[in-house]
């Protein structure tokens, strides 16, 4: 199937940008339907690339390649084997045995999320064309990583139109329940019933550096999920740590993690509340280091305005309850609010608290979620590490 641009409009693929806008489609000479490998034109008729058709939202193609270019078996060990090459220098020990393997358009893989756990993979879609294509994913990921990784299970149900009635699933091998490292920390991942892929793999670095600050420090870890930052805390000789997540699961399984790594008797506390509620209701400036790690408080451009009034919001309750010599590591993982946008509703937050706010760093993804540099959007993580007086 051929898909041919309105005049000037291939500019971006020349740029090697890998998303087509439904805007700058011409034509195309048939029926496309959802998922189809589809080769983009030029309208002087130059052969721009191949890539998969996509039916909603404004994106209509999403580049595999930038020239003619078989979408097989083949291509999608070239691609795996690549991105596992990178992994191997930038993340994989024998400390750490849970990575991100492919971060979709970084990799050349637009739509596409692969988590490895242990032995067990973890496949998302993101896109009709990439869930059709998953029983060749998965092939190719036996055939790239065996026998380190002994199990693909697909968890795209929940990142694709209800429409396509996708059911998660184990596409090869045995089910699992993986316990792995992360700089030489034991963590259980529940990849079938936990968030995203099970585990946020993509605070490592962040959580790294917090575990610098952390001895002696009484620490406040909210929208804790699975207890990451508290387990770096606590290794990190913090006096005690509370950990505060509105989900019973998540606060259940940051007691599993901690436990699994300190004992049953380590100096935490786990708490079943609405992170906004317990800092509001904060009477003593108690806690020295707080974590403000919440999920994107906007998923589309539209939401962005209300994103920012909440990042205001939360850090300008944080800012309000600390004690002098406190540290905040507060973080926005809303893809659609800018770097700029997340740093000046921090401002905001710091003039309205009244306090002396000091940057000590300024924090992103780690090297298993790289960032095409012709696809500045990959950036999606950021964050900052605040000194308060």
């Not at 409009?9 to 998922?35: Q, Y």
């Not at 756990?117 to 059709?132: C, D, E, I, P, R």
């Amino acid at each position: 199937m051929k898909i041919f641009l309105k005049p000037g409009k291939e500019e971006a693929l020349l740029r090697f940008h890998p998303w087509v806008f439904s805007g700058a489609i011409r034509s195309a000479d048939g029926p496309v339907e959802d998922g189809d490998v589809v080769e983009v034109y030029a309208d002087g008729g130059q052969l721009l690339g191949v890539g998969h058709a996509n039916a909603a939202g404004s994106i209509a193609v999403r580049m595999l390649a930038f020239a003619a270019r078989s979408i097989d078996l083949d291509f999608w060990r070239e691609k795996l084997r690549s991105a596992y090459r990178l992994r191997q220098q930038a993340v994989l020990s024998p400390r750490t045995s849970c990575y991100r393997l492919v971060h979709g358009e970084a990799d050349g893989l637009p739509g596409l999320i692969v988590d490895v756990y242990g032995a067990t993979a973890v496949l998302q879609a993101h896109s009709t064309g990439m869930y059709l294509a998953r029983h060749e994913l998965a092939q190719a990921l036996r055939s790239e990583l065996a026998p380190s990784v002994a199990a693909v299970y697909d968890k795209s149900a929940a990142t694709l139109p209800a429409s396509m009635e996708a059911e998660d699933g184990y596409l090869w091998g045995e089910p699992q329940q993986p316990v792995v490292l992360e700089n030489g920390l034991k963590l259980a991942v529940d990849v079938e019933r936990g968030q995203k892929t099970g585990l946020f793999l993509d605070q490592r670095d962040s959580r790294s550096l917090a575990e610098r600050y952390s001895a002696g420090r009484q620490v406040l870890n909210l929208f804790c999920y699975t207890g990451g930052f508290s387990a770096y805390a606590l290794r990190g000789g913090a006096a005690h740590v509370c950990s505060v997540d509105t989900s019973a699961d998540a606060v259940a399984h940051a007691t599993a993690n901690v436990a699994l790594n300190f004992g049953e008797q380590a100096p935490h506390q786990a708490i079943v509340a609405n992170s906004f509620d317990f800092l509001n209701d904060l009477t003593e400036k108690r806690y020295d280091m707080v974590i403000l790690d919440p999920p994107a408080f906007a998923k589309h451009r539209g939401a962005a305005g209300h994103a920012l009034q909440a990042y205001q919001k939360l850090n300008a309750l944080a800012l309000k309850k600390v004690p002098s010599g406190a540290i905040i590591f507060t973080f926005s993982c809303s893809q659609v609010v800018t770097r700029e946008q997340f740093c000046g509703a921090v401002f905001a937050a710091a003039l309205e608290s009244r306090r002396s706010v000091r940057i000590l760093h300024r924090l992103t993804q780690p090297a298993d979620h790289p960032i095409s540099i012709y696809h500045p959007e990959g950036e999606y993580l950021k964050g900052l590490a605040l000194y308060v007086e």
